[in-house]
């Protein structure tokens, strides 16, 4: 088994998206060694109530660049009460307002905003897979997240990312530099003419 990490390599609107109050353009991502900050512009077009909801929907696939490999992994609701007096919920959506300019409060007020830098860490994800598969294909992973209010039930927003599934491999290229000198300074090895012959 193989240790790994994940890169993003896409964030922004999903690619089926209706039109909702609240639009995501295409995100800038800029990677820090195994992080990923992410930065766009997001539009609320009208105040939304206390109490919504984000759905998390995840897809495994074996081949990042091409959708149709992809399979459903698992759903799971990420916000249940949004703005509400939930602790246990409140740094999930907390720390994304914080990153945004202006700043984002409860309720959630309509307004232009920026996402700036928002970290996005993927190196401690316990992920481990054979070696021999990722060898040979670009695993990876979709991840959508789903908006909804429910009075009346309407989709708010819908955002997805693509992500990457990369080998970390070890290297020990300075316990192997005097290696590399040997072999890359020896003279080339001349081929007698007797043995030309044979």
């Known amino acids: 088994m193989a240790p790994t990490h994940i890169l993003v390599t896409r964030a922004g609107p999903c690619y089926d998206s209706v039109k909702t109050p609240v639009t995501v353009a295409e995100l800038s991502i800029s990677t820090l060694g195994y992080d990923s900050l992410l930065s766009g512009e997001f539009n609320i077009s009208e105040d939304i109530d206390n109490g919504w909801k984000i759905?998390?929907?995840?897809?495994?696939?074996?081949?990042?660049?091409?959708?149709?490999?992809?399979?459903?992994?698992?759903?799971?609701?990420?916000?249940?009460?949004?703005?509400?007096?939930?602790?246990?919920?409140?740094?999930?959506?907390?720390?994304?307002?914080?990153?945004?300019?202006?700043?984002?409060?409860?309720?959630?007020?309509?307004?232009?905003?920026?996402?700036?830098?928002?970290?996005?860490?993927?190196?401690?994800?316990?992920?481990?897979?054979?070696?021999s598969k990722i060898s040979t294909s670009v695993f990876g992973y979709t991840f959508r997240l789903d908006g909804f209010i429910e009075k009346p039930r309407r989709q708010i927003f819908c955002v997805e990312a693509l992500l990457q599934l990369l080998y970390i491999r070890k290297h020990n290229w300075i316990e192997r530099k005097h290696i590399i000198k040997e072999t890359t300074l020896r003279p080339p090895t001349r081929v007698s003419e007797e043995e030309e012959d044979e």
Not at 58 to 80: A, P
């Open 55 to 131: 759905k998390a929907t995840m897809q495994k696939c074996v081949d990042i660049r091409n959708m149709e490999s992809c399979d459903f992994l698992r759903s799971f609701d990420l916000v249940k009460s949004g703005c509400a007096d939930d602790d246990n919920e409140q740094g999930l959506y907390r720390m994304l307002f914080h990153y945004a300019h202006p700043k984002l409060n409860c309720p959630v007020q309509a307004g232009r905003y920026r996402l700036v830098d928002f970290p996005l860490f993927t190196e401690d994800n316990d992920l481990v897979v054979p070696e």
